[in-house]
């Protein structure tokens, strides 16, 4: 698992799209920072952080549906209390979004009564959508607009370009493509960002992905493990994947495991809702 001090997951155009970010914050009346609420801490971006500290910010800790319910709620708590607004919100569904516009609005209280007191017309608000990639940027603006005015999919990297989207009076939104930070220093970070797919799976080895994740779901989610896989304590790495393999049927010739499939197998499960929410990061590691 030594492999993640050398691993390339910050091509060139993240440095552009960085940029692009830095350019546009001045036009911003608020930010919306989206989290992916498996990984509250790994999917908080330290640039995104740094380019944003002076305007009002909003988190979103999306993908809710997926996450382990209670470790979501003592993360977002542990937000609140370093000052940030935030909510849960599940994008795809469209659950909370209508929440988002009052909180907006909330947020920039002040500045609204200000513009009204001098009779000026609220203007709509301009606000910018980050977060590392496919955390669910594109979807929640599609939800909000109702429309597909942008293109998603679940692999990183599918929002190219910057994109203004209309919200009706209110909203004025800029799509942004997805981006991560140049160096991490917890290794833990990167096989998260591996495992939920906000890197791409050929940048870290999908064994040691995989090691990782069964060794975590033993840790945290042994019950979980067992019963989907039918797993017991015992068993070690080698032995559990032999056991998918054997019970999925994802077998060579010769009735030989086919591991490919089997770390196929295990990262589609704890992708989608087979395995119920989880969570990777836990509120100790804030
Ligand atoms: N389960 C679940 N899936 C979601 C949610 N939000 C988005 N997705 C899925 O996550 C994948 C990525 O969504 P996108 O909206 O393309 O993500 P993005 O942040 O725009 O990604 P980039 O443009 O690559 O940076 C898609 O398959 C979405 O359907 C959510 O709240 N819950
Ligand atoms: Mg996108």
């Known amino acids: 698992m030594s492999q993640t001090k050398q691993i390339q997951w910050f091509p060139g155009h993240m440095f552009k799209s960085l940029r692009e970010i830095r350019e546009k914050?001045?036009?911003?009346?608020?930010?919306?920072?989206?989290?992916?609420?498996?990984?509250?801490?790994?999917?908080?971006?330290?640039?995104?952080?740094?380019?944003?500290?002076?305007?009002?910010?909003?988190?979103?800790?999306?993908?809710?549906?997926?996450?382990?319910?209670?470790?979501?709620?003592?993360?977002?708590?542990?937000?609140?209390?370093?000052?940030?607004?935030?909510?849960?919100?599940?994008?795809?569904?469209g659950k909370n979004v209508d929440k988002i516009h009052q909180l907006a609005r909330d947020v920039l209280k002040d500045k609204i009564q200000k513009e009204e007191s001098k009779g000026l017309?609220?203007?709509?608000?301009?606000?910018?959508?980050?977060?590392?990639?496919?955390?669910?940027?594109?979807?929640?603006?599609?939800?909000?607009?109702?429309?597909?005015?942008?293109?998603?999919?679940?692999?990183?990297?599918?929002?190219?370009?910057?994109q203004w989207i209309k919200l009706g009076d209110t909203f004025e939104m800029l799509d942004t493509p997805g981006v991560l930070w140049p160096k991490f220093t917890d290794p833990k970070v990167g096989y998260h960002l591996a495992i939920t797919g906000a890197i791409k799976d050929?940048?870290?080895?999908?064994?040691?992905?995989?090691?990782y994740a069964l060794d975590f779901l033993k840790t945290y989610y042994p019950k979980k493990l067992y019963q989907r896989y039918q797993i017991t304590e015992a068993m070690d790495y080698v032995s559990m994947l032999d056991q998918i393999g054997k019970l999925r049927g994802a077998l060579l010739k010769g009735a030989e495991v086919d591991y490919d499939r089997v770390y196929q197998i295990i990262l589609t499960d704890i992708r989608g809702k087979q395995l119920g929410g989880l969570s990777f990061d836990r509120p100790e590691t804030l």
């Open 121 to 162: 017309k609220i203007r709509p608000f301009r606000t910018m959508i980050l977060g590392i990639p496919n955390v669910g940027k594109s979807t929640l603006i599609n939800q909000l607009s109702k429309s597909s005015a942008t293109k998603t999919g679940n692999t990183p990297g599918v929002t190219k370009a910057q």
């Open 25 to 93: 914050i001045k036009l911003m009346d608020i930010v919306m920072i989206l989290l992916d609420s498996r990984l509250p801490y790994a999917s908080m971006n330290p640039e995104i952080m740094k380019i944003t500290q002076h305007k009002p910010v909003i988190l979103l800790f999306n993908k809710m549906d997926l996450a382990d319910g209670e470790i979501l709620a003592l993360s977002e708590k542990k937000y609140q209390e370093m000052g940030y607004y935030t909510l849960k919100i599940d994008a795809q569904s």
């Open 202 to 211: 050929r940048i870290l080895p999908e064994d040691d992905v995989c090691h």
